[in-house]
């Protein structure tokens, strides 16, 4: 029988692409998702790529008897991936209470609920804004976990907080943190990709809007770091890398292929980019122009951060392997899809 896994979050960029993956590698995903970030026509781009249209129900996770619902009506879920989540710097700063409850609420919620109902194992979305800005790089998971900068930041931090305490509570439950560098791209077959609401906050939705004409000009935050082109540096890895890396960490719980309750994993390519390198390697992958121009920093930014994926490689077995232009092109083929989409 297909093990059953619950996907919160699961209509969200990541949380799209990642039950993609599952559902190609045989599990039966059921999706709770708000739809404050995304939207139900997900689905059909998930049941387009897959020929599977996951369970769906549309509801919150803060909403403790909502959740509960779901376990109920779908017995047997033998692991959640959790990526419900707000994920907006900026607005984690005006919001702040907003962050903690949904993102807080949410996982409590869920840990919760595990034991209750027998669910083994929880991969949580955490992301490399847990080590600030890093002493060395490329960074390893051993780095110290620093002060963090945004409400946003401080969430992610709790909840790998929360879920080490539960798990050393003798909880019998596993769990895998996987700490995101930057995920960008789309599925090659442009049926699903990030979906930004209003006017984008991150890079790559924000300059592929600028290639399609949507936004006059992408504006790069600083050339005046200590970098070699002076822009910062970010370890861009594409979306469907990054979504294989919930199966494999999922299999590893439910299979135990590791006597540790609880591990950790930066999900990176290994290789930092820069802010106008990326830009270069756009206009080479699709032929098209980006207009630009260089503007102050913005607040907050980190100079430089990049993944070391060693244990991902070795422990995990997983390496990202969609090639930068590659992941470019994918991009700018879901930009276009969705601008066909709005004409149509
Ligand atoms: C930020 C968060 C990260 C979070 C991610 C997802 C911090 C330190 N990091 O990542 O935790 O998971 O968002 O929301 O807050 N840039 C421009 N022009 C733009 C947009 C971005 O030059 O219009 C630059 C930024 O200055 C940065 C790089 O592009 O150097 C990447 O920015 P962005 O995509 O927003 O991601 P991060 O800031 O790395």
Redesign the pocket.
Known sequence: MKKRILVTGGTGYIGSHTTVELQNAGYDVVIIDNLSNSHEGVLDGIEGITGIRPKFYKGDCTDYKTLEKVFEENPGIEGIINFAAS???GESIEKPLLYYRNNLVTLINLLDLMPKYGVKGIVFSS???VY?EPDVNPIDETAPVKQA??P??AT?QMSEEIITDFVRSGAPIKSILLR?????GAHPTALIGELPNGV?????P??TQTAAGIREK?????DDYPTPDG????DFIDVVDLAKAHVVAMERMLENKSEEKLEIFNLGTGNGLS?LQ?IDAFQRATGVKVNYII?P??E???EK?WADPKKANTVLGWKAQVPIEETMRNAWKWQVSLTEKKEK
Not at 180 to 184: C, G, I, Q, R, W
Not at 231 to 234: L, V
Request: aromatic share 12%; glycine share 12%; net charge positive.
């Open positions: 994920k907006a710097v992301s490399c804004t600030g900068t945004s946003y930041g992610k995101y560098f930057n995920p960008v984008p906050q991150n890079l790559i924000y300059l992408l504006t790069v935050f600083g822009s910062c540096i970010r802010v990326l503007g920093r913005r907050g930014d980190i951060i």
